[in-house]
């Protein structure tokens, strides 16, 4: 099981701890002070205690105080309302009852903006998040990802990764950034392109001779330059082709299973609707050709949820 990243870059920028004590009581790095503290507004359900670096809170109602500096994003606490209050358009969260928790911020520990989390779940219809105590750090970068700490960590499996038609539809997803692949002669130009640079180019660019031949032979379409004039440029006095800049995205799926028979074969990949797994989205079964056609897909079981990051 992959989180994807395309392009390459994480960028996790922790943000700096500032003072933000009340009625004087200012609390500053490095200083060790034991205090509970109830907004003035009475909206504060009261539970913060500030230790040097180390703040805590078992209420949410308490989280502006606790996020005072803003070191942690609105996605952040959209998240764990998600799962402590059920506010989520993922019904399955709305299954998951949570007794008691306690949200831990320390940036001396870890020094980026994600919390420890412990939380005591007493029922549930979510596989990933079952009935117990657990321990988890909630790391809070790109998006918010949960690692229960208290699970032993298991190697992931990825018994297609070498496998050349896993390979393909792999590529596929990640280049295209679209879940579903067109029927043989109905790729984009753009799509087809951003593919076949990918797997053959070089530097990011495809001589435009062997794109247009390899874009009837993988794609079934044809290519002229008046529909790829978008794309043209000249290297070394050669004309070819470029890709567009592919935006930054997340998509999680895993491929389950690759039936070969006769040169040819069905990849079947598993998408998730989030970036933690906790929510199936499509099962969808590739078809691929002998010389790397790519035929289309069929969806082996639906989903009400999208596939996480992705389009179509």
């Not at 606790?66 to 959209?78: I, K, P, T, V």
């Not at 190697?155 to 879940?179: G, H, M, Q």
């Not at 995205?249 to 389950?256: D, F, H, S």
């Not at 989205?281 to 790519?294: A, F, I």
């Amino acid at each position: 099981m992959k989180i994807r990243f395309f392009p390459l870059i994480l960028l996790a920028l922790a943000l700096p701890l500032v003072s933000c004590g009340k009625d004087g009581g200012d609390i500053r790095l490095g200083e060790t002070s034991v205090i509970v503290t109830a907004k003035a507004d009475g909206k504060g359900a009261g539970t913060l205690v500030k230790d040097g670096n180390r703040w805590t809170i078992t209420s949410l109602a308490d989280w502006e105080e606790f996020d005072c500096d803003g070191n942690f994003s609105d996605n952040c606490l959209a998240f764990l309302r998600q799962m402590l209050e059920g506010e989520s358009d993922f019904l399955e969260f709305k299954t998951l009852k949570i007794s008691d928790y306690k949200l831990v911020r320390d940036e001396e520990e870890y020094g980026l903006p994600c919390l420890y989390f412990e939380f005591t779940v007493t029922e549930s219809g979510i596989d990933a998040l079952p009935v117990g105590h657990h321990t988890a750090i909630l790391t809070d970068t790109v998006d918010c990802f949960l690692l229960l700490t208290d699970k032993a960590e298991k190697e992931p499996e990825f018994a297609f990764t070498d496998n050349p038609y896993a390979d393909a539809v792999c590529d596929w997803i990640d280049r295209s950034l679209k879940w579903e692949l067109p029927a043989y002669g109905k790729a984009g130009i753009a799509d087809a392109a951003a593919y076949l640079i990918e797997r053959c180019g070089k530097d990011g660019v495809l001589l435009y001779d062997d794109f247009v031949s390899l874009a009837a032979k993988v794609f079934g379409i044809t290519v002229t330059k008046k529909s790829t004039a978008e794309l043209l440029d000249v290297k070394d006095g050669k004309l070819c082709i470029t890709a567009a800049e592919t935006p930054n995205r997340l998509c999680n799926y895993v491929v389950t299973n690759v039936a070969e028979a006769d040169g040819k074969a069905e990849v079947t990949v598993q998408f998730f609707a989030d970036c933690n797994s906790f929510f199936k989205s499509h099962e969808v079964v590739y078809s691929l050709g002998k010389d790397g056609e790519l035929y289309g897909c069929t969806v082996k079981a639906a989903s009400p949820y999208r596939p996480y990051g992705l389009i179509g």
